[in-house]
């Protein structure tokens, strides 16, 4: 499955999400009503515990299982873990390190990476066990090539071709109690929102976008605010200083009462935003929540 459009955008994949334990990341993520799916291994020292959700697109808690296999990943060149450990160095073990963006050909991205000036550095192919709750299990494999300004240390992009898709049922991961059906939006926060176009735009392939900060993606929106701005919009602390931080994720649910429901029987403190229902960030999620009703 090529994950582009004929205009060249490309759409939002999924999101990774630094944590310091998956038990604690299960235990929250399933307090807000979502299907955590078992753990996945990957090869090169890091583990996960993916939430799917029904627009394809998923969320990605990620933690060190070894950290010794890690080290020897980072020494060998492995961008995915050197930038996870930038990450939590830099700013602690929660929080939303990385924007995945879908593509079919993820070497013609990293050429347009290099080009630009804003490779993080070599593309990373990989394969890992998946497994269903049914116990059903198939093989993943992955190419990412990867994307930051040279002196970011609080987000990065990568690109993610999807070599093998598992041939297993996700239905079961995908029924969350809280009726999240996707990711409408991905907000980020900058210092300086302007300076961040370029390599938005680069990152997506998306030469038009970027009109006033908002960039349309194929299958959801990413904007990036002022701090001022985000916490105008969610009444959410927009943290320290930075060029540019992943701080807030909006879902599509089909009942906002059937949501409020369920946090307040579940007490995980939530507020309204106008029509928003906003979860601020907690140990197991990096980021703030926000669930939006969407026809």
């Known amino acids: 499955m090529t994950r582009t459009t004929a205009a060249g955008t490309h759409p939002l994949d999924h999101l990774v999400l630094p944590t310091q334990s998956l038990d604690v990341a299960r235990a929250r993520l399933t307090s807000l009503g979502f299907v955590v799916a078992p753990t996945g291994i990957h090869p090169f020292g890091t ?3 993916c939430v799917f959700l029904a627009d394809g697109t998923y969320l990605e808690p990620l933690a060190i299982g070894s950290a010794q296999v890690a080290t020897k990943a980072v020494a060998a060149g492995n961008v ?4 996870d450990r930038v990450y939590r160095e830099s700013l602690g073990d929660e929080g939303f390190s ?4 879908g593509t079919g050909d993820a070497e013609a991205d990293h050429a347009r990476y290099v080009e630009a000036g804003l490779s993080a550095g070599d593309t990373l192919s990989f394969s890992r066990a998946f497994t269903d709750t049914a116990g059903k299990s198939d093989v ?10 040279s002196k970011d240390t609080d987000a990065f992009f990568f690109a993610c071709q999807r070599i093998n ?5 996700r239905a079961a991961l995908q029924a969350h109690a809280n009726g999240s059906t996707g990711i409408v939006e991905v907000v980020a ?3 300086q929102p302007a300076g961040q176009h370029r390599l938005v735009s680069v990152a997506a392939d998306d030469a038009a976008g970027g009109q006033g900060g908002v960039f349309r993606l194929p299958n959801a929106t990413l904007s990036v605010l002022d701090p001022a701005s985000f916490t105008t919009r969610f009444g959410v602390p927009a943290g320290s200083p930075t060029k540019l931080r992943f ?10 009462d059937v949501t409020s429901r369920l946090l307040a029987s579940n007490s995980i403190r939530h ?17 703030a929540f926000i669930f939006r009703e969407t026809p």
Do not use: H, T, Y
């Not at 993943?140 to 994307?147: G, R, Y």
């Not at 898709?165 to 049922?169: E, I, M």
């Not at 507020?271 to 980021?287: E, F, H, K, L, R």
């Open 271 to 287: 507020d309204m935003s106008g029509n928003d229902i906003v979860v601020q960030p907690a140990s197991g999620q990096g980021a």
């Open 80 to 83: 995915f873990v050197a930038r």
């Open 247 to 256: 701080a807030a994720v909006v879902f599509a649910v089909r009942s906002a």
């Open 140 to 149: 993943a494999a992955f190419k990412l090539a990867f994307a930051s300004g």
């Open 47 to 49: 583990e996960n515990c």
């Open 98 to 101: 990385a924007l995945v963006l």
């Open 165 to 169: 898709a598992p041939r297993v049922d």
């Open 189 to 191: 926060v900058s210092d």
